[in-house]
């Protein structure tokens, strides 16, 4: 929670172990949008979310904000990082807004940053109505800029075309969109893994499920145990999707080993995509185009068409290489790249071009592949070190049995056998005169410091602003399913501890360093 100069509440984040744990499995590409408002008072909330192995919307944190300012949106992302353990995603996809991206910059430095294509569009057909569905095709030629063109060059061109020909070459809109162009142009945005996403469709897929169970009325306790339905009705449907992956065999179009190695490895929906990349190389004509030593250069056209796509191939290495780079972005080897292995008699997929997240065995955990502390000495450090890092080991212990009732008592059985066993060679330990040498404080290396959630518990100060509307709120109801009104200063409402309804312990774990907050 971040809290004013007033102990008001201004901003508050939350995430579960649960969606902690699907950060780590699936945390790659985070969209973020705060289109949905949760009350009368407009106040943001704002998920982020993800796709999981399959293709399913899966939510890795939310948080109610009390404004879309820089400095809330630096407090948010630096407060999720701490939450994932500082784990930053490969890219993050947002709407256009300043006041995001200045945060995004700050925080995110290993994140690429991806605008909205379908935000895009919207505005185009906003500010450019009087041609966007016009006779002459704005709409179809804005389409191929977004998406079309492998070449900068080429793309700079058919910007340029399309200015000159719907004579919008001094439209001042579209020469801002221009500015953040390698943002939204697919041309621009190949090499980034993206999960096959271009917008945030996921957010606003979840916006459309929130609909259903959030009502303006709500206090802050009802919010969050209403919140917890959707998360639990999300995770249900990852549930069944993981029992008919397990109890349903796909049927093949065709007894192909290439694809019959898809079906084994990856979920259902993935490999419905593959199979549809895959079904289509016969229609595509494959001309070699030079080789040295062991690397062969192919161009591929469909039914031998103009356009063409380049792939290279590494016979030794067996890499693959498509000018269109399907892979770099969606995690699955496109038509062209199939094309040529075909050829070159490759049946199975090369091990490298199976990503983890799109496989059956994406939710395999395995502690020691997760964290590696115990192979660098890090967690030797301290105290706080050693128990940060058993920790997140033992919440991801934590999420696998909580599925389950009988994962929950196995988990139970196992944990006191393993207290009992700890119990014992502790003793040993202090019998062996070992005990005060293995706990002393050894001191951190320069610059390293336990971990924790840095800049939670922040102070906001406020600007002075004119009077609040003038609403009476009843003892049960004062949350507005977000932020309470302080009836001085501002305008905005917030959450007040003094005079809020206590919060009972929920499935939720708020992110706090402050341990004057009440619970």
């Not at 500082?86 to 991206?101: F, V, Y």
């Not at 929906?269 to 001309?287: C, M, P, R, T, W």
């Not at 075909?342 to 496989?359: A, E, F, H, M, Q």
């Not at 905005?492 to 004057?516: E, G, N």
Request: charged residues 25%; hydrophobic residues 35%; neutral net charge.
């Amino acid at each position: 929670m971040q809290l004013d100069e007033d102990d008001m509440i201004t901003n508050i984040f939350w995430a579960d172990d649960r969606s902690i744990s699907d950060y780590n499995l699936f945390g790659d590409v985070v969209c973020f949008d705060t289109t949905y408002k949760t009350n009368e008072y407009d106040r943001p909330f704002a998920p982020f979310v993800g796709v999981n192995h399959h293709k399913q919307t899966v939510v890795f944190g939310a948080a109610l904000l009390y404004d879309e300012t820089t400095e809330s949106y630096k407090w948010l992302f630096e407060t999720f990082l701490g939450a994932m353990s500082g784990k930053q995603p490969k890219t993050i996809l947002t709407d256009q807004s300043a006041a995001m991206a200045n945060a995004i910059e700050k925080v995110f430095s290993e994140t690429k940053h991806r605008l909205c294509v379908w935000h895009i569009y919207q505005n185009a057909a906003k500010k450019l109505s009087h041609v966007f569905h016009g006779p002459g095709q704005f709409a179809t030629d804005f389409g191929n800029c977004v998406y079309d063109h492998e070449e900068e060059e080429d793309w700079l061109l058919a910007w340029s075309n399309m200015l000159e020909k719907h004579n919008l070459t001094e439209n001042k809109w579209l020469k801002n969109v221009f500015d953040v162009r390698e943002k939204w142009a697919m041309v621009y945005g190949r090499h980034t893994f993206t999960a096959d996403m271009v917008s945030t469709q996921r957010s606003e897929s979840m916006n459309n499920i929130l609909k259903r169970y959030l009502k303006s009325s709500y206090d802050l306790l009802s919010f969050f145990e209403h919140y917890e339905r959707v998360l639990g009705d999300r995770r249900y449907k990852e549930l069944t999707a993981d029992f008919k992956m397990m109890h349903t065999l796909s049927v093949l179009s065709a007894s192909v080993e290439m694809l019959q190695h898809a079906e084994e490895v990856y979920t259902p929906e993935v490999f419905s995509l593959f199979q549809k990349q895959y079904i289509v190389i016969g229609d595509y004509v494959a001309k070699k185009v030079s080789k040295s030593d062991m690397v062969y250069e192919y161009t591929l056209s469909y039914r031998g068409g103009p356009k063409e796509h380049l792939v290279n191939y590494d016979a030794v290495n067996q890499t693959v290489e498509c000018s269109c780079m399907k892979y770099s972005f969606a995690g699955i080897l496109c038509r062209h790249a199939l094309k040529v292995l075909d050829k070159k008699d490759v049946r199975r997929i090369p091990s490298n071009y199976i990503l983890t997240r799109w496989t059956k065995e994406a939710k395999s955990r395995s502690i020691y592949s997760y964290r590696t502390e115990t192979t660098n000495g890090s967690v030797t450090q301290s105290i706080g070190k050693r128990y940060s890092h058993l920790c997140r080991n033992f919440r991801e212990i934590a999420s696998v049995a909580a599925e389950h009732v009988e994962l929950t008592m196995c988990a139970n059985e196992t944990a006191c056998q393993l207290l009992k066993k700890l119990e014992e060679k502790k003793k040993e330990l202090v019998k062996a005169n070992a005990w005060m040498l293995s706990t002393s404080h050894v001191e951190p290396v320069e610059g390293e410091e336990d971990e924790k959630i840095s800049n939670v518990s922040g102070i906001k100060r406020k600007a002075t602003v004119g009077r609040p509307k003038n609403k009476t709120v009843g003892p049960h109801g004062r949350y507005l399913n977000a932020l309470e009104t302080k009836k001085r200063d501002t305008s905005k409402r917030k959450l007040s501890f003094q005079d809020s309804t206590p919060i009972s312990d929920t499935q939720l774990s708020v992110a706090t360093t402050d341990p004057t907050l009440p619970t």
